[in-house]
């Protein structure tokens, strides 16, 4: 899914982002690795090993004739949904699993990259033109799970009393250059949509297509901590008619007051980041929030969500910059930026479209059990675009669409508005 | 919403679609008017009062200032879900009021029913410019509730190991005079989509607008049970890859293997009706099947559900005319329309789409709580086109968007295909 | 199970207690018999039938060979548990049955009343000899259903907020002829418990033995409403010091601040009765209440609940007289009896006793699937004692066994303290 | 609650038991103290913690008017259930907790460890006879957590599909030398139940007390695997006439088709011990078994369960000596003793009775927070007895009533029958 590219090239990217993994992990405590919480958020462990189990499964596996796992039983716990695989263990279950412990999964990893770098090293170019686009998923997929790793660790940790930071920091301060929302317009017309292939992408943003987009404007910053706040105290969650039908059952039978990770204390608002527990700084883009509170915060304004082809075709044109997970910030920041035009397109926060995650028309999956990796959630869920402080910059590209359910919130998601 | 029509066009219409409220009622016995077994499917004692609570509410209470409802307790037992006009009773707990009697309710449709004719009668030109639109609405809503009331009173009798007919009826024999599945294609371009503003139409169907749609081509019928049953019989409830991811986690919680009121016994498939307990008849378009299915079915016949912009492109050239409610058959029929172009495509079953249910690009709901109607259940729904056997040939037109969830099967809804 | 009594008085008492079921549905409509609220909680229709079957199953089908049942369905829609007999039909379904009717099952119990009558006039002195008994057993149940359908009504009409009574009475205005709580002494040593034989009886009364009882003092009468609302005023559901754990935990996840039916208006207490909505009397017995809430009242008192055998030793020589559903109050009186020693032992309310529900020593269930009648729920159940306004007079004696869960609560159940 | 002891007796006696605790834990990975995987289950590190907690809050809070404690949080993490000592963190979510780590909790051990032994140096005899029955409780609390934390860490790993060992074992071939089950009988009479108040005792096992016994017979050892096995080969799990109501619908609900931990595979039943996953040995007692499962096995038999008086007029001859955790086998043995009487009554399993868990006669809590020790569980739950291979042999007496309700298993339960 993309032009070839150089066998260096995949060897050094490939050790890079293997790398950066473990990185990630420096912070935490053995204890750290191993426990889930929520069905969705998994643990750190299973996180290592599941991306590894990927490159073993769809590239030794296949490669091999007689492959011998490193593990037998491993394809069935580090599995996550690939029925054409096998069975996968429960996804609620994860976190039962004490053995193999932390240094046999990094173990693990290490055996399985020294035989992906082996099979590099010594395949014909008939078979690295086989495993290289297969490798290429893979090294996407892991960047996938390094932002879903961070997210599940900051709602683990948060679920703790104690409040411990992933990387302790000091309250931010930093200050936005603001001067008011400001509306970039677009004018009417056809438009074409999704990826033209050149370069990694995934089967969803297939194939490149036509969209009759009325006219619209953007928003020209994501919304603050500041403006949420109002929301909140005019009554934001109070008031159901701002709320779609399902988004308030949602805030009644959750009692949601305000973001995840939010506290009210002694009139204060606080919130739980991976630095620590902090006071809430107001210039921050708002980060959090399910797409119900999304909809109802651009209701509330008198605006709305931007559809996913909006999004794009503006977003188009922008520089791929902003704050990402190579920063190591892992938290948005203030909107620093000077001038006209769209600021914090990328990284940040994703940004909820009101756009349900569907097939573009003429949409093929993948051959095989990769084709289990998209097209199969096609259904109830909701795109977001421009990727977060979670993410990577290698990662996010102008047709990258991710997308959650509508009430979730753990993920690094914020704000954007549009008319 | 509509042009202005004439008084006595108003009241003529009004005792019709009243009148045939209670005639649907006719079969039934006091104790089959009471009973609420699911959340969704009220008892048909509900519908008959809160269609009347409409009236009451919407009209009589905003024409006179002083109005005494009938019976003040009213107001909150047959609330559905205008949280603005107050708190309703709660929709799962509808089937524990065996009190006002049904003898009751029906005095208190003479008493509505009284007071809106004279109200018809007296108002000035400048009272029925305001009441007139909002009549309108409780007819078409009291046709909504028509329809609903059949579907669950099908789902109350289909929970009764006794299987009780609603109109008996010996099994239907009739053929299809069938030569195939074809198809009819349509060029790509810019369409109209959307309700052009003459007539009755519920403000989701608005505001009319272009969107540009890729060359198509839609079935020229329904799916017959015979297509589906071979589904079956190809383990089409056994292949996951062949569902999407909540599809299948539904197929295997709810332990789905056929639609909705399917037994198999004795190596053949018979299906409850409302006419009673009977033989599968294979030249029938199935019915009752979810979304889910539909789309899994599509995906096995290597083809897809159509946009609801392609439908409404498709149908808008197609005489309204079919086995609606009129017809008392209450039950879809075999194809039998001779010739080339597409048949069906109005009443029989409601046809599930691929499109999310969401507003149009400008979309504004109603004021005040009237604009609950429509726009808040925009999420996590897919829209169905076309009416069903269980619709009124007069509520049906081809902007009409009916939705649910993509999990439901209750409703009379069935599967057309495209590609 | 008990000596052999008169072929008359079984035509006697059998016609007697069928017409008193019906009686009691007298100030019904249609409507009131087929709701289920609760799965404890079954529709009067099902309660009609349910005894009915019960003479049919274990009389009519045991005495004739050939049998034809007057419905073979019914047996599945009717049985409650009787596992020996065939599944029975879910019992949290029961109110989904609409048909058949109300009529039919009236219908039904005068057929099978023909049946018995003409088995009972007819049948040989042996044959009288073995369905004797089981017609007692089943007279019997009958009278324990009457109680249930009581209960079940009362719960039935306080789901509705419009509060129908069964039927309406004024506020009762009854006062007691009050000195305080006295109480009555009682020797250590060995006491026999249990049935001596004599008489109709249930198998979990035998066999009598022996138990040592510790010196007791038993409370001369029923803890009153003025009493349970200090309890409630003096923070009785807020102290968790004075709950079982399981009590607590129920008070917490039911938010429970009352007995059930009270509503706290205006600063005053107020119930609902079969007679309707009322402001509570505080010189009634407090009903209503779960074990949890009637062990947490004897300990805020410094008291606790009886043994069954203290009870039982206590009531043996008490007359069997008090305030029983002949009455037709449907609800507990003040205590109105002069002078010293144990008032309302018998009716009013059951009174919760310690004692969990076990065999006696040597216990043996009845044959057949009559012996699931009693000893199968003989588990985390807690006994009662002594009748109430719901239960007849000719059906209780000093050693019949009733139980419930401890959190049960919408049977006429009440305290009596003991030290 | 017993006489006093010296100074010396208990700093060795708890230096042993803390020592013994953390004996238990050698065997394990980090991962493995970390991971709560049901309610009642909680993780190794919590109760390495919680004991701790336990001196420092009734021990050390209470000795120093102005006490800092370790960590003010801890409080809030590691009470289990104490409410007069403030709220405690769900037990449900133990598991959510990575920090403290284990490290940090095992310092937390030595600091209270180091501050108890202190003050038991250090304090005067006035204060000595204040905390040193609060020392002992705690002490039996420890031992009470060691058993716990081998029931849970069994829980836990068997819950992963690799199986991993606590200690691993060869398969056990030892075994009985069995001749049948015998019957020792008991005499009808007056029997003292209870403890007279000699060394260390729970609140629940007072007063000493009467009971009348009828004569009875126990049988001479443990139910083995290979009678629990014949159980099941005569369909004991699929006839609902040997089961209480409650026990089969929960045998129905959970698919329960054997013990605990028990696989059928290839035609041999296997367990997981936690000496790795094995077959299952005919001559060991059967183990990890319900109450229901006792009580029906019990009923197949045609005997029945003891009650908990039965058991310790039994019990109070017998010498205290069998199968306990010093011995480190973590597993019931065969009965290898000859002879007439009874065998295996400590140790090996705790053998339910059928007792439901009540207060003694006369029964009187422990004054403040300790008063929540026992008796607000006597509800639902049912008595054994006994000990087992987890119990300690210095934790064990006559008296000694251990409590769970009636569906659980995961404790070391078995059966010995009575007549």
Redesign the interface.
Known sequence: MGESLSRDYFIKRYKEVRNFTEKLTEPL???????Q?MENASPT?WHLAHTTWFFETFVLEDSFENYQPVNS?YA??FNS?Y??TGDP?CRD?R????????KQVFKYRQDIDQKILDLLDSCSEREFDQIGPVIEIGINHEQQHQELMLADLKY??A????Y?AYIPKEDSMDESIESGLTWSSFDEG?QWIGHNGKGFTYDNEHPM????L?EYQLANRLVTNREYIEFIEDGGYER??L??????ATVVEKGWEAPLYWEHKDGEWYYYTLGGFQKVNPDEPVVHVS??EA?AFARWVGA?LPTEAEWENAAGNQPIEGNFVEDQYFHPKPDTQAGEGLHQIYGDVWEWT???Y??Y??YKPLPGALG?YNG?????QYVLRGGSCATSLTHIRPTYRNFFH?HERWQFMGIRLAK
Chains 1, 2, 3, 4 share one sequence.
């Open positions: 405590e053995i204890e750290d690795f191993v426990v919480v462990k039983q069935y716990l949904y029925l054409q263990h279950k976190g039962n699993i004490t053995r193999p412990t932390v683990l940790f679920q703790n009393p104690l411990p056809i297509h036509r969209q009759f009325q159901h008619s709320w779609l039908d399902e988004g308030w797409y119900f909809d709305r009101q756009s349900s569907a097939a028309p003429g289990e199969k959630f096609m259904c109830n509508a």
